[in-house]
């Protein structure tokens, strides 16, 4: 009985949309995912989104950048900065500041 009501769930929803966040939605969806996004490219993210604004590393090196890859194909789907202590800081103060603001309202 549980399994044929998940299938009626799985079928009437989207399986990439699913908030029910049953584990067996959630494998179905990832293969899903990953198989139709084989022939995408890596997403590259040459600069980091703080304060409202995509900054570029203050680390120095333009080439460390670190590969992000789905832990279930190991496939790679996205590239990002290697930030350092400098950039976590300015993250951390412009996520407070915001808070901040948001918080007044």
Not at 77 to 94: K, M, P, Q, Y
Request: with cysteine; charged share 15%; glycine share 4%.
């Amino acid at each position: 009985l549980k399994t044929s009501l998940l299938q009626n769930h799985c079928n009437q929803h989207s399986m990439l949309r699913c908030v029910h966040r049953f584990p067996q939605c959630i494998a179905r969806s990832s293969i899903a995912r990953s198989s139709s996004t084989k022939s995408t490219p890596p997403l590259v993210y040459d600069k980091q989104y703080i304060g409202g604004n995509w900054v570029p590393s203050s680390n120095n090196d333009q080439q460390a950048l670190i590969d992000v890859s789905d832990s279930n194909t190991g496939e790679i789907f996205a590239t990002v900065t290697n930030g350092t202590a400098v950039d976590t800081e300015r993250a951390i103060l412009a996520a407070s500041n915001a808070f901040n603001d948001w918080s007044r309202r």
